[in-house]
């Protein structure tokens, strides 16, 4: 939350694209922000989000009709690396932030050092949920291509890969 503080204040725009049932919106509204909204496909989920009195939409990303340059912050948690087409998800999100607007991602990163270890056994594989990987060389081309050019990519310890790369090895090796 320190870190979102950076980029957004009480009314900044953030959306949450694959929202689910509104975890990370909760708690950007338990910060104060106002002007939130989630898009997800799963009407179960987007349930959930609306009983939590924040907006949201249903649907596809790609289908989401706003205004150019609308948002402050756009957030793809754990989304992109279950998308079809990621280029055309990331050109939409540049579309729909504001030039000084900000999009973090969280995904697997597939030169993690659990990955390495853990091969075929690696948590953050999730095969066939998981349409694309992603490294940093070819997630900055693709924001490159997308037309973000100040890129910031951090590696923090995601230890539920880890406890999952385990748990899948002590599975198939049982």
């Given at each position: 939350t320190n870190e979102i503080r950076k980029f957004v204040g009480i009314n900044s725009r953030v959306l949450d694209v694959g929202c689910g049932i509104g975890l990370f919106l909760s708690k950007l509204k338990s910060m104060g922000l106002k002007n939130i909204e989630g898009i997800d496909f799963s009407e179960k989920a987007v349930g959930e989000v609306a009983s939590?009195?924040?907006?949201?939409?249903?649907?596809?990303?790609?289908?989401?009709?706003?205004?150019?340059?609308?948002?402050?912050?756009?957030?793809?948690?754990?989304?992109?690396?279950?998308?079809?087409?990621?280029?055309?998800?990331?050109?939409?999100?540049?579309?729909?932030?504001?030039?000084?607007?900000?999009?973090?991602?969280?995904?697997?990163?597939?030169?993690?050092?659990?990955?390495?270890?853990?091969?075929?056994?690696?948590?953050?594989?999730?095969?066939?949920?998981?349409?694309?990987?992603?490294?940093?060389?070819?997630?900055?081309?693709?924001?490159?291509?997308?037309?973000?050019?100040?890129?910031?990519?951090q590696y923090p310890l995601n230890t539920s890969h880890f406890a999952l790369s385990i748990q899948n090895y002590f599975q198939r090796n049982s």
């Open positions: 939590k009195g924040i907006n949201y939409h249903l649907g596809a990303f790609l289908q989401f009709e706003k205004e150019m340059q609308y948002y402050d912050m756009i957030v793809m948690n754990n989304y992109l690396e279950h998308t079809l087409d990621p280029l055309e998800e990331l050109k939409k999100a540049r579309f729909l932030l504001k030039n000084d607007g900000v999009l973090i991602c969280e995904l697997p990163n597939f030169d993690s050092c659990d990955r390495v270890l853990f091969g075929r056994y690696w948590g953050g594989n999730h095969v066939p949920r998981h349409t694309f990987q992603f490294n940093r060389n070819n997630l900055i081309k693709l924001l490159n291509q997308a037309g973000f050019t100040r890129i910031t990519i």
